[in-house]
């Protein structure tokens, strides 16, 4: 496998760098310990498909925020056209980028983050998300092509899903909190013994003692 197909697989600790941003310079993930943290890519500054993601982004930023969750863009674009990229969605589009865009000129994050693949001949990052929990551990990682924008209701539905899941120690189903079996409710962990497999159905609603379900507190 070459050097950049290389990335982090869920469970592992988020590569550690330092970099320039609109925002200033981030040390991360160290000085967001605490917090989520969605860190995205994009092909590159000034292109439509890329502008209405930021847009979208920009436009969700509360709803992220109320999950303790920092959102944070990159590309392979120095930071000047960052900031005038961003100038220009205020100005023309009335939406202003409150989270930092990483300057990734020489592609050395993008590389380490396995954002950078054949398709895009090694000069752009694909659209990348990296999500990670406040103990800065990769949670969830999501890729689309270059000719598809990201959809904004299913990454603030996977993170919290990722939060509940955390939090009550369940797991949740398809399309979750809309399913088609189970409605809101969501999964009971397996049992782990049989003596606590033969109590489940008395306890919970379920098809089966390896398939019960609750309502969440």
């Not at 990483?102 to 990296?130: C, W």
Request: hydrophobic share 40%.
């Amino acid at each position: 496998m070459s050097e950049i197909m290389k990335l982090p697989l869920i469970g592992d600790r988020a590569p550690e760098f330092t970099a320039q941003t609109t925002k200033g310079t981030i040390d991360f993930p160290r000085e967001y310990k605490g917090k989520w943290v969605v860190l995205f890519s994009h092909p590159a500054d000034f292109t439509p498909v890329c502008t209405t993601e930021f847009y979208a982004f920009a436009d969700r930023a509360g709803e992220f925020k109320s999950l303790n969750t920092e959102l944070i863009g990159l590309s392979i674009d120095q930071v000047y056209s960052h900031m005038k990229w961003t100038e220009w969605i205020k100005e023309k589009l009335g939406k202003e980028i409150p989270f930092p865009v990483i300057a990734d000129s020489t592609g050395k994050i993008a590389t380490k983050y396995g954002m950078l693949h054949p398709e895009a001949n090694g000069t752009q990052a694909v659209r990348a998300v990296f999500i990670l929990d406040a103990e800065g551990i990769v949670r969830a990682i999501l890729y689309y092509p270059l000719s598809v924008g990201r959809n904004m209701d299913e990454i603030l539905r996977l993170l919290k899903a990722l939060q509940v899941a955390d939090k009550e120690s369940v797991a949740l189903p398809a399309n979750w909190p809309k399913n088609e079996l189970i409605g809101d409710k969501v999964i009971v962990p397996a049992p782990s013994s049989e003596d606590e497999a033969k109590e489940r159905l008395k306890k919970y609603e379920g098809y089966d003692w390896w398939f019960c379900y609750r309502k969440l507190e």
